[in-house]
């Protein structure tokens, strides 16, 4: 069964890091594109981050300079200078190619950010 | 930056059809798909590539998409089928649609 699992949400001060980890079964995180979507309480879905399967990276832009997306054998979000805004559920997500859709959800991991 | 516009709410009788709409500038020249997400839980991909649907998405669920408005049609709605609704396309990156939420009553 494919299936991602993230992890490594919880509760953090405003300007602390956090690093989310994307655990892949079934399949190979290296050549498919991975995303990062989050998700803030009561509201809709945001695009992130993607790694796609040269290692290029692309953040959106609420999040460029402080994110950092990466890649082993499982995927991972860096998140520095945390601020109350991406308080939200983080999920990765699998796409098969650059404008593909995402076929393949985690559970997703919340993430708090509170003083 | 671009911007994908849905209706922040929809309702259907059972049995009847809901259309749901995606409108973006020049989206006709860009695959569209949509997402049903249920409370609590992860979306899950309904249709891709404007009218295509995954393995064990119901026959119920459509696509299509005309000029710059793309409609997500769900026939014979079921009780079941109640939950929010996203829109996704691409242009210099992934965009969402604000999502609606579709209410069986």
């Known amino acids: 069964e494919v299936q991602l699992v993230e992890s490594g949400g919880g509760l953090m001060q405003p300007g602390g890091s956090l690093r989310l980890s994307c655990a892949a079964s079934g399949l190979t995180v290296s050549i498919n594109y991975m995303n990062w979507v989050r998700q803030a309480p009561g509201k809709g879905l945001e695009w992130v981050s993607v790694i796609d399967s040269g290692g290029t990276t692309y953040y959106a832009d609420s999040v460029k300079g402080r994110f950092t997306v990466s890649r082993d054998n499982m995927l991972y979000l860096q998140m520095n200078g945390l601020r109350a805004e991406d308080t939200a559920v983080y999920y990765c997500?699998?796409?098969?190619?650059?404008?593909?859709?995402?076929?393949?959800w985690g559970q997703g991991t919340m993430v708090t950010v509170s003083s | 930056s671009y911007e994908l516009t849905q209706p922040p709410s929809v309702s259907v009788s059972p049995g009847q059809t809901a259309s749901i709409t995606c409108s973006g500038d020049?989206?006709?020249?860009?695959?569209v798909c949509w997402y049903k997400q249920n409370p609590g839980q992860s979306p899950v991909l309904v249709i891709y590539?404007?009218?295509k649907r995954p393995s064990g998405i119901p026959e119920r669920f459509s696509g299509s998409k005309s000029g710059s408005t793309a409609t997500l049609t769900i026939s014979g709605t079921q009780a079941m089928d109640e939950a929010d609704y996203y829109c996704?396309?691409?242009?210099?990156?992934?965009?969402f649609g604000g999502g609606t939420k579709l209410t069986v009553l």
């Open positions: 590539q404007d009218t």
């Open positions: 020049k989206l006709g020249n860009k695959y």
């Open positions: 996704q396309a691409w242009d210099s990156n992934t965009v």
């Open positions: 997500a699998r796409a098969l190619d650059s404008d593909d859709a995402f076929d393949i």
